[in-house]
């Protein structure tokens, strides 16, 4: 069984820095491309970033280029988000994703595993 458990959410003021970890067992982590997502209140689960099985190659949403960076560690089966910069419209719940393919997907229906989530809240 699959499991993804992210952690780091949090609280920070407009301008700063929170590093989001997410930590994968059950199966082989470098078998997975890995990305994170998140999800504002009334909208749609928006991509962020994803990085393919190992760590080579990565892609980035328009609206986080340059202030996020993603990597993953496949001696510790994580991926991890750095984000700097943060803006209070980065306020929402954060879900790291595991695609068995391997392949550099934006679209969430070709993830196949979720973790549950983490609160990042960016205020003014």
């Known amino acids: 069984q699959v499991q993804l458990v992210e952690s780091g959410g949090g609280l920070v003021q407009a301008g700063g820095s929170l590093r989001l970890s997410c930590e994968v067992s059950g199966r082989t982590f470098s078998s997975f491309a890995m990305a994170w997502f998140r999800q504002a209140p009334g909208k749609e689960r928006d991509f962020l970033a994803v990085v393919t099985r190992s760590g080579d190659s990565t892609y980035y949403a328009d609206s986080v280029k340059g202030r996020f960076t993603i990597s993953r560690d496949n001696a510790k089966n994580t991926v991890s988000l750095q984000m700097n910069s943060l803006k209070p419209e980065d306020t929402a719940v954060y879900y790291c994703?595991?695609?068995?393919?391997?392949?550099?997907?934006?679209?969430?229906?070709?993830?196949?595993?979720w973790g549950q989530g983490t609160q990042v809240t960016v205020s003014t």
């Open positions: 994703a595991a695609e068995s393919s391997g392949i550099l997907n934006i679209r969430g229906l070709r993830y196949d595993y």
